[in-house]
């Protein structure tokens, strides 16, 4: 099993070594502007310098020594991973309860679902101006539009999981003597969860993506005010390694997402401890 993640993982990293390689080749042949497309040298120095601490400036140090670093790549990093959750948890804690109640009660689902359908095909960016309206600036902006991306995805997936369940459970749930209440809980609930579970990782997905948007519009730190910042001063390595650093923080969220699924529903993939 090792030996076959191990060799997963090399394959995967193929395409992204290669287009490295074809980036740093572009760059040091000069066939593009430095200050439009910078060498991945440069972007490894500056998101280096973007993630330590502060240092002393010393003039005679050699490369990315002798830059005074700032650390904000923690900071920031810690501002969005806040955001994301506070904003993730009351949008899914909001949409969890509704979805059970619309996918398990057919009066429930005819009252919410016009609604629903009106507002779902909304983007999240389409509130900004007026959740500035609302809430003003600072984090309220930003987590009400947290929440209201991952709102959705959770609600959809979980109305599908329960409505999707096995009409054969259900019968032979009734069959037993199971109440409604035991027949949610011990069936219908069980069978939504891997829907419930692929709603939480598109959620959070969405969540991830709407922070750097909020960001640059609603806050004064985070990954996506950094990147805002940098375009203003024509930093294009900085803009990079901050895409870079929403992109490993996305992959790590992910990776934790798929164990965590892997590990809730070894019963129903059949997969092994």
Do not use: C
């Amino acid at each position: 099993m090792a030996k076959t993640n191990w060799r997963e993982i090399g394959v995967g990293l193929i395409v992204p070594v290669v287009v490295v390689a074809a980036w740093q080749a572009v760059a040091m042949l000069g066939w593009v502007n430095p200050q439009v497309l910078p060498s991945p040298l440069a972007v490894v120095e500056k998101w280096i310098a973007y993630l330590l601490p502060m240092q002393p400036y010393d003039p005679a140090a050699g490369s990315w020594l002798a830059w005074a670093v700032s650390g904000e790549l923690i900071i920031d990093s810690i501002g969005s991973l806040y955001r994301v959750v506070v904003g993730f948890a009351i949008g899914a804690g909001l949409a969890l309860p509704l979805g059970l109640a619309m996918g398990a009660k057919p009066a429930v689902y005819a009252w919410f679902n016009p609604l629903v359908q009106l507002l779902r095909p909304i983007p999240p960016i389409a509130y900004i101006p007026l959740s500035i309206l609302w809430f003003g600036l600072g984090n309220p902006p930003a987590i009400f539009l947290i929440a209201l991306g991952a709102f959705f995805p959770v609600l959809m997936n979980t109305i599908a999981g329960v409505r999707q369940v096995d009409g054969i459970y259900l019968r032979a749930a009734r069959n037993l003597g199971a109440s409604g209440s035991t027949m949610f809980i011990r069936v219908i609930l069980p069978a939504a969860v891997p829907y419930i579970l692929s709603g939480v990782r598109i959620g959070i997905g969405t969540a991830f993506i709407v922070v750097i948007v909020s960001e640059m519009i609603a806050v004064n730190n985070g990954l996506g005010f950094r990147i805002l910042e940098a375009r203003e001063y024509f930093w294009s390595d900085k803009i990079i390694a901050g895409m870079i650093s929403i992109g490993l923080i996305g992959l790590a969220i992910d990776i934790g997402m798929n164990r965590l699924n892997n590990h809730l529903l070894r019963w129903h993939r059949g997969l092994e401890h």
